[in-house]
Structures are given as structure tokens and as C-alpha cells.
């Protein structure tokens, strides 16, 4: 499978965030009215530069109300 678009290892952090953004925000359009090929892409597109930030964030800060037993406290 072949995607276009940077790679994300040399996007920016603010360029993979923004990358990110976009994803979330054409998600549902995707899901809803692309081709079964787009959605792959997408779902492949979104998984790269997930992978990235994780790579890059290894510590990032879990929020507790995320989390099973933060949500069953409320």
C-alpha cells in the first residue's frame, strides 16, 4: 500500500500535529462516503503518523478520566 504525504519521521512536531488534526476532522467523512481504498488509506495514513507521535511522546501524560476507572467514578 503506498500513501502520499511526508513521511512522518521528518514532519515537524507541529506538522504531525496538524497532520493528526486533519485526519480526525475528515475521519467521519471518510468512513461515511469513501471509497473502500480512500478509507484504507486513510486508516493507513492515520496509523503512520499515530505510530510517530507515540515514538515520539513515549511519556505523554495519561489523562485518569481516560481510563476504565476514571470513567467508572464518575
Same mark, same amino acid.
Given at each position: 500500500?503506498?500513501? +502520499?504525504?511526508?513521511?512522518?519521521?521528518?514532519?515537524?512536531?507541529? +506538522?504531525?500535529?496538524?497532520?493528526? @488534526?486533519? =485526519?480526525?476532522?475528515? @475521519?467521519?467523512?471518510? =468512513?461515511?462516503?469513501?471509497? +473502500?481504498?480512500?478509507?484504507?488509506?486513510?486508516?493507513? @495514513?492515520?496509523?503512520?503518523? %499515530?505510530?510517530?507521535?507515540?515514538?515520539?511522546?513515549?511519556?505523554?501524560?495519561?489523562?485518569? %478520566?481516560?481510563?476504565?476507572?476514571?470513567?467508572?467514578?464518575?
Amino acid at each position: 500500500m503506498t500513501t +502520499d504525504g511526508v513521511e512522518p519521521q521528518v514532519l515537524s512536531d507541529e +506538522d504531525l500535529i496538524r497532520e493528526l @488534526r486533519h =485526519l480526525g476532522e475528515t @475521519r467521519l467523512d471518510a =468512513l461515511r462516503h469513501a471509497s +473502500d481504498q480512500a478509507l484504507d488509506e486513510h486508516t493507513h @495514513r492515520t496509523r503512520q503518523l %499515530e505510530t510517530e507521535y507515540l515514538r515520539r511522546n513515549p511519556g505523554r501524560e495519561i489523562d485518569p %478520566e481516560r481510563m476504565r476507572a476514571g470513567a467508572r467514578a464518575r
